[in-house]
């Protein structure tokens, strides 16, 4: 009996961390959906990005560059809501999905907040070991709401390059994670 | 008349059949066309060696058969991937078009900060 206990408590000791560093935000996702009159929902882990590469087309541009920025990707999440009309969801229901991207490990380098359109824009990006391994986007209008969790190594340069191609414009991503470039709060 | 010619009369001589041999050899022929062929010969129909032949035509065609339904399956499975494959790369492009789209808003915000606009506060 001991021994199982032993046991258990090495696999949950292995398990934890895994668990912590995957950050699920499908509690709060699931409350949006039900809410919203309109979901997509992508979710492409690291075999679907693979698979999904090979069907890219290298000739061209678009997805040439969209197969360069998934060769490394761990993961893609996109959730985006469209509600009938303002009001249906609240800022209670998005507050759990900023509640994981606390310093030192995830930096907002972006916050926009337009009272006049009703349009917030917060950009997170995930610093390890002094590399970019995560990015986060909540974008919000009264009557729609997009949440992006892209996993894995992110390089700037190839977002820089992105200007033109999936309307990816060329932001400009300060390396420091301190430097919230673009806090316009 | 001689002897001879006694005996063959004799022997020659029409007999009538016993009682009811007419029906029993008929009942008998009826028989012969029910049986069911020897056991022993089925293997070798089997592989063509039959008497008429037909065996061998439908182990081709059983043959044939295996042959589509196997590339029909090769087929299928392909188109399937190549399905999932396409739709997978479709779910790549909208994922970077609406993280893009989004981006692309956060950008023109703060251009028209750098530009000296009015701060949408």
Known sequence: ?185 | MNRLENELKKALERVEPPAGFAERVLARAARVGDEKPVRSRRWLELFGFGVTGMGGLRWAAACALCVVLAASGVIYERDMQRRRGEEAKDQVMLALRITGSKLQIAEQSLKELDSGGQPQQ
Do not use: C
């Not at chain 1, 699931?30 to 809410?35: E, F, G, V, Y």
């Not at chain 1, 979901?39 to 090979?54: R, Y």
């Not at chain 1, 420091?176 to 316009?184: C, H, N, R, Y």
């Open chain 1, 1 to 185: 009996m001991k021994r199982i206990g032993i046991i258990i408590a090495l696999l949950f000791a292995v398990q934890w961390p895994a668990a912590a560093q995957d950050w699920d935000p499908g509690g709060a996702l699931k409350k949006l959906s039900a809410k919203a009159s309109k979901a997509i929902d992508v979710t492409l882990d690291q075999s679907m990005l693979q698979f999904a590469g090979a069907f890219l087309d290298s000739k061209d541009p678009d997805q040439a560059q969209a197969k360069k920025i998934i060769s490394n990707m761990k993961g893609i999440y996109v959730h985006s809501f469209e509600f009938e009309k303002a009001g249906e969801y609240s800022e209670d229901d998005v507050t759990p999905l900023r509640a994981p991207l606390k310093e030192p490990l995830w930096s907002r380098i972006v916050n926009v907040r337009s009272k006049h359109e009703g349009q917030n824009v917060e950009v997170y990006f995930k610093k390890e070991d002094g590399k970019f391994t995560g990015l986060v986007v909540i974008a919000t209008e009264p009557t729609e709401l997009t949440f992006v969790d892209i996993i894995g190594p992110i390089n700037p340069d190839d977002f820089r390059r992105l200007g033109g191609q999936f309307g990816i414009p060329k932001v400009e991503i300060d390396q420091d994670p301190a430097g919230k470039k673009g806090e316009t709060k």
